[in-house]
């Protein structure tokens, strides 16, 4: 595995506490930044510029790249634009909170879910 795959990995096991799926399938990772000599920038975003859990997130960031192989340093650049919006998400993201039933923070709540029946019999009547 490449070093760029080898930190996505670290990525997928930063969650927001408020959401539960991972900063990457979130669509928050905005680019990486990784030179020859491995000093990675990643550049991210949040669901809310005010998250109150931003300064956790990035430290965690910061320590799951860090503790990649072959990472030498890690920063993390908070971005707003652009801003974040659900369909950022990649469709994994999205079926983990329908199924869920998910909808809290505020800005991810949908007004309906789509249905899924699998196997399901009608009952005669």
């Given at each position: 595995m490449n070093l760029h795959d080898s930190i996505i990995e670290a990525l997928r096991t930063v969650h927001d506490p408020e959401i539960p799926v991972n900063i990457h399938d979130l669509g928050l990772i905005y680019g990486l930044?990784?030179?020859?000599?491995g000093a990675v920038l990643v550049r991210m975003t949040l669901t809310a510029p005010n998250c109150p859990m931003a300064d956790v997130i990035v430290a965690q960031v910061t320590a799951k790249v860090?503790?990649?192989?072959g990472v030498t340093s890690a920063?993390?650049?908070?971005?707003?634009e652009p801003k974040w919006e659900?369909?950022?998400m990649t469709e994994a993201a999205k079926l983990e909170l329908e199924f869920t039933g998910h909808t809290a923070p505020a800005h991810l709540k949908r007004d309906k879910f789509s249905k899924?029946?699998?196997?399901r019999k009608r009952s005669e009547r």
């Open positions: 930044d990784i030179s020859d000599d860090r503790a990649v192989e920063d993390v650049e908070l971005v707003w659900p369909e950022m899924l029946t699998v196997n």
